[in-house]
């Protein structure tokens, strides 16, 4: 069976253009940031770990 796992070459796209990815092991958590057109910023991650997401 193949581990599943985030395509490379989507990873470097995102990279390119400033995403930033920390690989942890295999629980589901996540933290996003959601930029609007208009320029507001929200920020919010899953309550299950340490998380924390942060938008300048």
Do not use: V
Request: glycine share 12%; charged share 35%.
């Amino acid at each position: 069976m193949q581990k599943k796992s985030f395509p490379e070459p989507a990873r470097l796209s995102l990279e390119k253009m400033g995403y930033k990815f920390i690989l942890r092991g295999g629980i589901g958590r996540t933290e996003l940031i959601l930029i609007s057109p208009d320029g507001k910023i929200e920020a919010i991650a899953d309550r299950r770990g340490d998380d924390h997401a942060e938008g300048l």
